[in-house]
Structure formats: structure tokens, C-alpha cells
Nanobody, 114 residues
Framework: VQLQAFGGGLVQTGGSLRLSCAVP????????VSWYRQAPGKQRELVAR???????HHAAAVKGRFTVSQDAAANTVYLQMDNLKPEDTAVYYC?????????WGQGTQVTVSS
């Protein structure tokens, strides 16, 4: 299984981006798909996650600004990022637990200019 994350880019403070992660969720009964980010010199941190039962969790730092969602028919998990701040600058990764096995996608760079 290969995950692909895309949609990053350069945006000004207050702008929006939508990240997409191509992951074969329609083939699994149980799964968790998560978005992580890693800024330079910092540890990777959880941003948001969604489960096969559509339970969602957002980290406190992004709650109210970011929204995770899924489209099983399209085998895609999204991260809508609004009101972006310079501190959101990082490489964003998608991670999937599919039937008990972990997979990581390549990262996509998000840069927010002040």
C-alpha cells in the first residue's frame, strides 16, 4: 500500500489550503487515517485523524481552523486548512492504520508567509 499526500504550497497568513491523501480506505473494514506535521527542528506532531466510523479528532492547535474529512468512494482523506498561521509551516504527512498495519505517505510542504 502506498499513500500519496498532495496539495501543499505557499500561502499568506489567513489563507487556506486543502491537503489530500490517497489511501485505499474502501478496501478496509477498520481504519484510522491521520495527518501529522513536522516543522524544522521540531518533533512530528499529530494534527488530525478520522476513523472508519467517521470519528474525528483535531489537535488543540488547529481546532476550529482545520477540518479532516473523508470520501471513501474516492479513497481520499482531506485536511481543509483555513486561517493559516506562520506556525502552521511544516511538512505534512498522512498516516494510515489499515487493518492493524501502519503506512506513511511522503510529505507535502506547507509554507505560510507572514
Amino acid at each position: 500500500v502506498q499513500l500519496q499526500a498532495f496539495g501543499g504550497g505557499l500561502v499568506q497568513t489567513g489563507g487556506s489550503l486543502r491537503l489530500s491523501c490517497a489511501v485505499p480506505i474502501s478496501s478496509y473494514y477498520a481504519y484510522v487515517v491521520s495527518w501529522y506535521r513536522q516543522a524544522p527542528g521540531k518533533q512530528r506532531e499529530l494534527v488530525a485523524r478520522v476513523t472508519s466510523t467517521d470519528d474525528k479528532h483535531h489537535a488543540a492547535a488547529v481546532k476550529g481552523r482545520f477540518t479532516v474529512s473523508q470520501d471513501a468512494a474516492a479513497n481520499t482523506v482531506y485536511l481543509q486548512m483555513d486561517n493559516l498561521k506562520p506556525e502552521d509551516t511544516a511538512v505534512y504527512y498522512c498516516n494510515a492504520d489499515l487493518g492493524g498495519t501502519q503506512y506513511w505517505g511522503q510529505g507535502t510542504q506547507v509554507t505560510v508567509s507572514s
